[in-house]
C-alpha cells in the first residue's frame, strides 16, 4: 500500500474517532489534504484514493497544479492573499479560507460579479493576537462580518484560524474553543450562519483531533498524509 493510502486511512481513521469522542458523527468533519509544495502526482494518489478537497498556499502554484490535475477536486486557498491577487483567486478556487480585511472581500467580490458568480468564503481570525499572524482580531470580526454579508457575491460560511504554534496540543485547545465561541456569538448576532451550517476550519497535523473535539469542521493537514514538504 502507497504511504498516502495508508497515512489517509489512518487520519480518516482518527477524525472518526475524535468526532465519536465529541459526541458528532464521523461526516460533521471533512478532510482538507494540504498539497503546498507537493507536486501534482502526489495530490493525483490522494484523489486516487478518494480525496477530493485539497487547500493550497501559493496562487502561482496552485494555478500550475489545479491546471494539471483538471477537473474533479475541489480547492480551497489557505494562504495569505494580496488584493491586487484577488481575482486569480477568485477565479481558481472554491472557497478562500483566509479573507481578514474588508479590502480584499470588496476585490473579490468585484471580480466575482464580473464574472457573473458567486463564492464561498471563510473569515480569518488572529486569535492568538499574534502579530506577525494574518487575520482579523476577534474584537474586529463583528464589524468586518457586518460589511463584508453587505457584498453580493461572497458568501460567509464560517470562520478559520492559525492558532499560535505550540507543538502540545492541549496547549492549543483553549484558541480552538475560542474560536467556536466566537462563531456562536457572531451566530447569534445574526452575522453568521447565513448560509448554512457554520463551518470551523482549524486544526492541522499535529492537533486536528484536539481542534475536532472543539467543534471543527474542516480540518487542514498536510505533513501527516504527505511526508515532510520539500523545501
Ligand atoms: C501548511 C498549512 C497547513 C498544514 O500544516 P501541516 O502541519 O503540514 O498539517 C494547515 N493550514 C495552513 C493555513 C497551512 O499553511
Known amino acids: 500500500m502507497s504511504e498516502i493510502k495508508e497515512n489517509l486511512e489512518k487520519i480518516r481513521d482518527r477524525i472518526s474517532t475524535a468526532a465519536r469522542r465529541a459526541g458528532r458523527s464521523a461526516d460533521s468533519v471533512r478532510l482538507v489534504a494540504v498539497s503546498k509544495k507537493m507536486p501534482f502526482e502526489k495530490v493525483q494518489e490522494a484523489m486516487a484514493c478518494g480525496q477530493m478537497l485539497f487547500g493550497e498556499s501559493y496562487l502561482q502554484e496552485a494555478r500550475q497544479k489545479i491546471a494539471s490535475i483538471g477537473a474533479g477536486p475541489t480547492w480551497h486557498f489557505i494562504g495569505h492573499v494580496q488584493s491586487n491577487k484577488a481575482k486569480g483567486a477568485a477565479e481558481l478556487f472554491d472557497t478562500i479560507e483566509t479573507v481578514d480585511r474588508l479590502k480584499l472581500a470588496r476585490e473579490l467580490d468585484r471580480n466575482l460579479a464580473e464574472a457573473g458568480r458567486q463564492m464561498s468564503i471563510l473569515i480569518q481570525i488572529n486569535i492568538g493576537r499574534e502579530a506577525q499572524k494574518s487575520g482579523v482580531l476577534p474584537e474586529g470580526a463583528e464589524a468586518l462580518l457586518a460589511k463584508i454579508n453587505e457584498l453580493p ?12 504554534f505550540l507543538p502540545d496540543p492541549e496547549a492549543v485547545r483553549p484558541y480552538f474553543r475560542q474560536l467556536r465561541l466566537l462563531a456562536e456569538k457572531l451566530e447569534k448576532s445574526g452575522l453568521l450562519g447565513l448560509h448554512g451550517k457554520v463551518e470551523l476550519s482549524m486544526g492541522m497535523s499535529g492537533d486536528f483531533e484536539v481542534a475536532i473535539e472543539e467543534g471543527a469542521t474542516l480540518v487542514r493537514v498536510g505533513t501527516a498524509i504527505f511526508g515532510d514538504r520539500p523545501y
Do not use: A, D, R, V
Not at 457575491?153 to 499560535?164: E, S, V
Open 153 to 164: 457575491n461572497l458568501q460567509i460560511k464560517g470562520l478559520m484560524t492559525m492558532p499560535p
